[in-house]
């Protein structure tokens, strides 16, 4: 069993920073790939980056590439999305999620999932 507990959320301008962290309970952190996923108003929970439980292996959602930069501290158990060149549209619930096994980006196929962090982009 594994615990998510996602904070760093707030509001900003277009253009600024953020970085999000999800702190996770359990002994084998290190064997779970994460994901981070979010969820605009209206909108399907959509993936946005995840990571393998090493760390060598990330995948990126298109229309963050180059501006969100996952990573993970398996020492501290606790993964970041560090989230740059914010933009209105990226204005979501953002969620973390873990799964024990493989690395997916469809949000169905993850176990455990956080309470999510609102984040919100003025223009």
């Known amino acids: 069993q594994v615990q998510l507990v996602e904070s760093g959320g707030g509001l900003v301008q277009a253009g600024g920073s953020l970085r999000l962290s999800c702190a996770a309970s359990?002994?084998?952190?290190?064997?779970?790939?994460m994901g981070w996923f979010r969820q605009a108003p209206g909108k399907e929970r959509e993936f946005a980056a995840a990571i393998s439980g090493s760390g060598g292996i990330i995948y990126y959602e298109e229309s963050v590439k180059g501006r969100f930069t996952i990573s993970r501290d398996n020492a501290k158990k606790t993964v970041y999305l560090q989230m740059n060149s914010l933009k209105p549209e990226d204005t979501a619930v953002y969620y973390c999620a873990a799964k024990p096994v493989g690395l997916p980006t469809a949000p169905e196929n993850y176990d455990y999932w956080g309470q999510g962090t609102q984040v919100t982009v003025s223009s």
């Open positions: 359990g002994r084998t952190f290190s064997s779970y790939a």
